[in-house]
């Protein structure tokens, strides 16, 4: 059984740091691609940042550019989050998700067949 | 803002057949995915690459497409599938992008 299963979230001041992970299992962790993407308090979903299956290809949703890193241990089946500079409409669930392929910019890539329960970051002075 | 658009809202009676659009110009480019979320629940893929259904998604789930608007269908609507869509697809810069989302309420 796939699980994916996130830790790391809390409550931060504007302008802190906070590392998010994402532990997997049941699953070759390193034959697939992997993505954070997050959903704000009654808004949709939106794409973060995802990684290939070997961190060649790496990409990030503008609002975030500059400021998170997605990174990962094949080693130890875990994705992170590194999130600088938070400000407060990073505010939201942050959930770790699987791409169907190992590199997210094929042509079948960003088909998320698994994610975790998600994490919650509350972004607040 | 996203560009692909669903309609906010929809409903359907216990055993009937609804489907829930999304609408944009990348949808002529690249196939579209259909994401089932609940509260405090994990999301889950219930249509992929248009309409392909991930092992273990009841057959009442199908999606097909048209020009730029792609739809999902659940054929016999379950109280269990009362829950929010998303549809998702490339933009233009070939990352992603999801739809506002459709909440889906089965009387």
């Known amino acids: 059984e796939v699980k994916l299963v996130e830790s790391g979230g809390g409550l931060v001041q504007p302008g802190r740091s906070l590392r998010l992970s994402c532990g997997a299992s049941g699953f070759t962790f390193d034959d697939y691609a992997m993505h954070w993407v997050r959903q704000a308090p009654g808004k949709g979903l939106e794409w973060v940042a995802g990684?290939?299956?070997?961190?060649?290809?790496?990409g990030y949703a503008d609002s975030v550019k500059g400021r998170f890193t997605i990174s990962r241990d094949n080693a130890k089946n875990c994705l992170y989050l590194q999130m600088n500079s938070l400000r407060v409409e990073d505010t939201a669930f942050y959930y770790c998700?699987?791409?169907?392929?190992?590199?997210?910019?094929?042509?079948?890539?960003?088909?998320?067949?698994?994610w975790g329960q998600g994490t919650l970051v509350t972004v607040s002075s | 803002s996203s560009e692909l658009t669903q309609d906010p809202a929809v409903s359907v009676a216990l055993g009937q057949t609804v489907r829930i659009t999304c609408q944009g110009d990348s949808l002529r480019s690249y196939d579209a995915n259909w994401y089932q979320l609940k509260p405090l629940q994990a999301p889950v893929l219930v249509i992929y690459a248009k309409n392909n259904r991930p092992s273990g998604i009841p057959d009442r789930f199908s999606g097909s497409a048209s020009g730029n608007t792609v739809s999902l269908t659940i054929t016999g609507a379950q109280a269990e599938d009362d829950a929010v869509y998303y549809c998702s697809s490339r933009d233009r810069s070939g990352d992603v992008e999801f739809g506002g989302g459709t909440s889906l309420t089965v009387l």
């Open positions: 990684l290939s299956w070997n961190s060649g290809s790496i």
């Open positions: 998700a699987k791409d169907m392929v190992f590199n997210y910019y094929d042509s079948s890539g960003f088909r998320f067949d698994y």
